[in-house]
């Protein structure tokens, strides 16, 4: 069974730059959650999906971030424009029952 | 204070002995429990969860539950080098919280 995909793995752009990550979560994860993880920091949520519907976005910064999740499966997060403390690990994962897989993350950098 | 908190560390412990890694979260609410491991450059593995009150042990790991006192530990016995990482202690009540995780070096 594969994982959850995400893509890029890296990403480096200089502030005020727009940027995208995408995920593909495990086939029939119902559930999507985009986290956030800075250095030497836990996961912190930005937001969760059930299904196509964002049911908690309350930690999503909606001035700059962006989130969707067309027809249930791949999602992708959006960051325009990036600013400098945007610098961090996006970890997308998905859930069957109470267990969450993580994806192996995009690394951004912002100059 | 923090929803979950874990000592940072480092802990050092040397090879074979026994790590105990501690967590404590301020959600009475909260439902499930979760240790997860992470290897440095790597995304979070789930490792153990429990959801009653007492022990669960699976291998060389347990994990501790007590409500009442909103604690919640991980015992790793006969600590091997590869188990070298850090341990993210998660507390679900819906939501996933983690602490900050507690970086773990055991030393051959």
């Known amino acids: 069974e594969a994982g959850v995909v995400q893509s890029p793995r890296y990403k480096i752009i200089e502030k005020k730059q727009p940027v995208a990550f995408w995920c593909n979560p495990i086939?029939?994860?119902?559930?999507l959650y985009w986290y956030r993880q800075n250095l030497g920091q836990g996961p912190e949520l930005l937001i969760r999906?059930?299904?196509?519907?964002?049911?908690?976005d309350s930690q999503l910064p909606k001035d700059r971030f962006s989130a969707e999740r067309l027809k249930g499966v791949d999602s992708t997060l959006k960051i325009q424009p990036a600013e400098l403390g945007d610098s961090a690990v996006y970890l997308c994962?998905?859930?069957?029952?109470?267990?969450?897989?993580f994806g192996p993350g995009t690394r951004l950098t912002v100059l | 204070q923090k929803e979950v908190e874990q000592n940072s560390g480092p802990l050092s412990v040397p090879e074979g002995a026994i790590a105990s890694l501690n967590c404590t979260y301020s959600d009475r609410g909260s439902q499930s429990f979760f240790w997860y491991r992470q290897y440095s450059g790597k995304s979070p593995e789930l490792i153990m969860f429990i959801y009653s009150n007492g022990d669960k042990e699976d291998g060389r790991f347990t994990a501790q539950l007590n409500k009442a006192s909103q604690y919640v530990s991980l015992l790793i016995r006969d600590s091997q080098p590869s188990d070298s990482a850090t341990y993210l202690c998660?507390?679900?009540?819906?939501?996933?919280?983690f602490g900050a995780g507690t970086r773990l070096t055991v030393k051959p």
């Open positions: 994962a998905s859930r069957y029952t109470d267990t969450q897989y």
């Open positions: 999906y059930e299904n196509e519907e964002a049911v908690d």
């Open positions: 998660a507390v679900s009540n819906n939501d996933m919280r």
């Open positions: 086939s029939g994860h119902n559930t």
